[in-house]
């Protein structure tokens, strides 16, 4: 029988080999009293399901091999010197064993146990007669996470029968397999779960940004007085609270720039460690805010996908360096509750994953539920360039609104924004532009749209629409960047009897802030909206017959960025400032959907290795606002018609390197 909800009295790790795993404080189950051995080490458990497949040795290396095949928890350290659990319907009677699995039994030291019950299959560690799940513990080589979160089994308001753990605990453990991390990040076997409809996500391992509350869990927000005054919180998140209900796995808390501005190393960081970039020679810069979030997906494969924050470029500086996916969903599309807000005219989630189809995942749970253009599109030999790594859920399968547009008919160039000075990433960007036309037939657009203001500007307004801006996105981040914390600076003085302390780069940004007015807010808010009504107008281009405009925007540096240089200020560009009008704030200004695309690899001669590495090239699509699946839906599909590679690895490299303009090899199905 199924024991009831019986935590551990104390936290357990177990070595098999050379990896470490947590025994998991939950009983899963409890055999009867004679059938294990008392023992007060836990024993490595494998239980398997045969069905009605007769018990032989072949039927389970069978399963052993699919385990391997599919769980990184799960190794063959498990199946030796333990016990193995057959379950078999109708507590079906095995009968006499083969002599082969007699032998193998012996020799590895396993008992075998059989057992009526439909437990999930995988690795477990029995304590006594008592089942526990075997979660694996990565070391943080990269110290990306903040903290790493265990479910509170303690917690009396989760039961077995509610499979969303609303409640967590901080693991903080010094990793038992690698001295140079201080942080281990338990994961559980992927085969515990299976997706189902009601739970697309089971099993999909996420890590979360430190702005996004987590029940049980400090939100830290990069700043150790914030961490102080506010501690543990009892709310989680409302986008996490739903990946949760969908089965998710949350696995930790990634760190980022204080407040979610953009500390970067190597001396803003003052209150954490910033985190390694895996990229090139290991000693790139992480970006920031979303710094964690970013190289969690670039050097781990244990991590399906991250959730972050994009304000001013929060995600896209992250995604670009890191040479990741990315997609900074439209302003308003999900709700931010349970989310620290930095700038709310600005604050947009952000979703970052190695594949496209990891994003249109994530945006199933967000996004009206329309078909990703492009898709479908494609022949069934493209459609396997596009590959379907990441499992959750299909994407939801409706057929277009009449009032949304289905097609885009437009594809701008924008000529204030490029040529690119490096020659490199402009040719890739070129090559980039050239087959997204090539899928949608159709030619890009330049367009200056500085001389289209000019030409169409709203009565009133000036003919400059860098004038027009002048600072107003400047003030409006400024100004709510400093006054949304104004009840933390009054709170922890009055508990603490002193000040907080925030970085020098921070302070500088606060004081900034400080300075602009209410008046001042409220003439860039209006001046904003001007802006927003004009674009969509005659930039979107949104027809009667489906039709809609996207758009290509720079992003990224086009080689090394070292963490160890101390950034140059801007003040001796020789470039007119364009004020407002650049391509981190028009995007946050307009609230569109923002999709960050690997496109490919930029040789450099590294100070650090002496080697020739690659730094990531990426470029970046934005598109009407709601449009969020069609942009991703119709990157995959270009990539995927064009033989170009939509997955990247995790490491120094973002794709395999290959001969030609974007040193990447083609799509695995397209090698000759």
Same mark, same amino acid.
């Given at each position: 029988?199924? +024991? ?99 032998? !193998? #039994?012996?020799?590895?030291? +396993? ?24 979660? *694996? ?86 700043? *150790? ?9 009892? +709310? ?26 953009? /500390? ?7 209150? !954490? ?5 895996? *990229? ?57 509750? $349970? ?5 709310? #005219? ?7 994953? *190695? ?9 199933? #749970? ?11 599109? %494609? ?20 057929? %277009? ?11 701008? !160039? ?24 090539? !899928?949608?037939?159709?030619?890009? +657009? ?31 981040? $400024? ?11 009054? /709170? ?26 209410? /008046? ?21 281009? %949104? ?130």
């Amino acid at each position: 029988m199924p +024991t009831p909800f019986q935590p551990l009295p104390q936290r357990l790790i177990v070595q098999l080999g050379d990896i470490s795993y947590l025994v998991r404080n939950r009983v899963e189950y409890e055999l009867r009293g004679d059938a294990l051995t008392l023992d007060a080490s836990p024993a490595p458990v494998v239980i398997l399901s045969l069905n009605n497949v007769p018990l032989s040795l072949a039927a389970i290396h069978n399963k052993f091999a699919q385990f391997e095949a599919k769980d990184d928890v799960f190794n063959s350290k498990f199946t030796s010197g333990g016990y193995l659990i057959v379950q078999q319907p109708n507590n079906q009677s095995s009968g006499q064993l083969p002599s082969d699995l007699k032998n !193998y #039994l012996h020799e590895s030291s +396993t008992k075998l146990l059989t057992l009526n019950e439909s437990l999930p299959e995988g690795p477990y560690f029995a304590l006594g007669n008592r089942l526990h799940q075997a979660w *694996r513990l990565y070391p943080d080589v990269l110290s990306a996470f903040a903290v790493a979160v265990v479910p509170d089994d303690d917690d009396t308001t989760t039961t077995k029968a509610s499979p969303t753990l609303k409640k967590y605990r901080a693991f903080q453990n010094a990793a038992f397999t690698d001295a140079t991390a201080a942080v281990s990040v338990p994961v559980p076997s992927r085969l515990y779960t299976e997706k189902t409809s009601e739970q697309p996500f089971a099993g999909v391992r996420i890590a979360i940004k430190d702005n996004m509350h987590l029940c049980g869990i400090v939100t830290g927000l990069g700043n *150790r007085a914030y961490a102080e005054l506010y501690g543990k919180q009892n +709310t989680t998140a409302k986008y996490v609270e739903t990946l949760q209900n969908k089965g998710a796995v949350i696995v930790g808390k990634t760190k980022m720039s204080a407040f979610a501005g953009s /500390e970067v190393p190597p001396n803003q960081c003052i209150d !954490y460690f910033p985190p390694w970039n895996a *990229r090139g020679d290991g000693y790139q810069g992480p970006s920031g805010s979303s710094s964690g979030a970013a190289a969690v997906i670039a050097g781990y494969p244990w991590i399906d996908a991250s959730l972050c924050t994009d304000t001013s470029g929060s995600l896209r500086f992250p995604a670009s360096c890191h040479g990741t996916w990315g997609h900074r969903v439209t302003w308003g599309d999900v709700s931010m509750e $349970g989310i620290v807000p930095a700038v709310q #005219l600005y604050d947009n989630l952000g979703l970052l994953a *190695r594949t496209p189809e990891q994003i249109q995942g994530l945006l199933s #749970l967000i996004s009206p539920e329309i078909e990703p253009f492009g898709r479908d599109q %494609l022949s069934p030999e493209e459609t396997s360039v596009v590959g379907e790594r990441f499992d959750p859920p299909e994407i939801p399968r409706r057929s %277009l609104p009449m009032s949304l547009p289905s097609h885009p008919t437009r594809l701008i !160039y924008p000529t204030d924004w490029y040529p690119l000075s490096n020659t490199n990433q402009q040719l890739m960007t070129e090559a980039f532009v050239q087959k997204l036309g090539d !899928y949608l037939g159709i030619n890009a +657009t330049k367009l200056s749209i500085l001389e289209e203001w000019e030409r169409t500007a709203p009565a009133g307004t000036d003919p400059s629409l860098i004038e027009f801006l002048d600072m107003s996105a400047f003030t409006v981040n $400024g100004y709510f960047g400093y006054h949304n914390f104004d009840a933390f600076r009054q /709170e922890y003085r009055e508990k603490f009897g002193k000040k907080p302390y925030v970085s020098p780069s921070h302070s500088a940004r606060w004081k900034r802030g400080a300075k602009w007015t209410e /008046e001042q807010r409220d003439q860039s808010l209006a001046k904003i909206e001007v802006f927003r009504s004009w674009w969509k107008e005659h930039i979107w281009n %949104l027809s009667d017959d489906g039709g809609y405009t996207i758009m290509v925007v720079p992003q990224g540096r086009p080689g090394a960025n070292y963490r160890d240089r101390t950034a140059k200020s801007s003040g001796g560009d020789s470039k007119p400032d364009p004020k407002s009008y650049d391509e981190i704030f028009v995007t946050s200004m307009l609230g569109c959907p923002q999709l960050v695309v690997p496109i490919g690899q930029n040789p450099y001669e590294s100070e650090v290795s002496g080697l020739v590495e690659y730094a990531p090239i990426v470029t970046t699509v934005i598109g009407p606002p709601n449009f969020d699946k069609l942009l991703v839906g119709l990157a995959s599909a270009t990539l995927g018609k064009a033989g170009w590679p939509t997955s990247i690895l995790t490491g120094p490299l973002m794709f395999e390197k290959g001969d030609n303009e974007r040193n990447t090899a083609p799509a695995p199905n397209q090698k000759l």
